[in-house]
């Protein structure tokens, strides 16, 4: 059974540029956070989402930082109009359900370096 | 969620055990106690949870003392591959909600 994948595992932008993370929950998982970690800090919460729903974006900049899971495909965190702050590891877990599965196993990890 | 405190960083000698303390003095009584490691700057790990009762499995055990208020996580025969950041989460299971991660306790196994 395969894990939480993540593509690309390193993105380089320019500012100004977009970047477009993407997340394919282990198989049979229906909930998707994404987390961030700045270089030399902790791991922060961004975003909950289910299937064509987000649950908690608590965790999200207002501005730029968006966050999808379509009914097809992987979830998507987009980032629009990089800045040299949002430079990070940007990491994906999934859970099977809310009930006693919901442990989140987690992917390897985008690295977005913004120029 | 409950707040832990762990400390900062321990060291451990290869083929013994790690005994890594988590305090939560304020946990409450539906709230469950997480462990996951990250590995150098891999995506963290899953390792093992437990509400009140000890808990085993292939990678460690979880003792979680009675009052709950404190737990320690045991690697039994530690290997330079378990060097890694710890982290010691309480969190209330079943409502699928957010992970915070605190700062955790570097891991530093040595030959």
């Known amino acids: 059974n395969a894990g939480v994948m993540q593509n690309p595992r390193h993105l380089v932008r320019r500012r100004g540029q977009e970047a477009r993370l993407r997340c394919s929950p282990m198989?049979?998982?229906?909930?998707v956070y994404w987390y961030r970690q700045l270089p030399e800090e902790g791991l922060k919460f961004m975003v909950y989402l289910q299937k064509e729903n987000i649950i908690d974006e608590s965790g999200m900049p207002k501005e730029r930082f968006s966050a999808e899971f379509p009914k097809e495909g992987p979830s998507i965190l987009r980032i629009q109009q990089v800045v040299r702050g949002d430079s990070a590891a940007y990491f994906c877990?999934?859970?099977?359900?809310?009930?006693?599965?919901?442990?989140?196993?987690f992917g390897p990890g985008t690295r977005l370096t913004v120029l | 969620d409950a707040k832990t405190t762990q400390p900062p960083s321990m060291d451990c000698a290869e083929g013994r055990a790690a005994n890594l303390p988590c305090n939560h003095s304020t946990i409450s009584g539906n709230e469950y106690v997480y462990w996951y490691r990250q590995i150098h700057s891999q995506g963290p790990q899953y390792i093992i949870h437990?509400?009140?009762n000890n808990e085993t499995n292939e990678m460690a055990s979880l003792i979680i003392t009675e009052d709950r208020k404190s737990s320690t996580l045991i690697l039994p025969h530690a290997t330079l591959r378990d060097t890694a950041v710890y982290y010691c989460i309480v969190r209330v299971t079943g409502t699928a909600s957010k992970l915070t991660f605190g700062t955790g306790t570097r891991l530093q196994v040595t030959l």
């Open positions: 877990a999934s859970s099977r359900d809310r009930g006693a599965g919901d442990t989140q196993y």
């Open positions: 437990g509400l009140k």
């Open positions: 198989k049979g998982h229906s909930h």
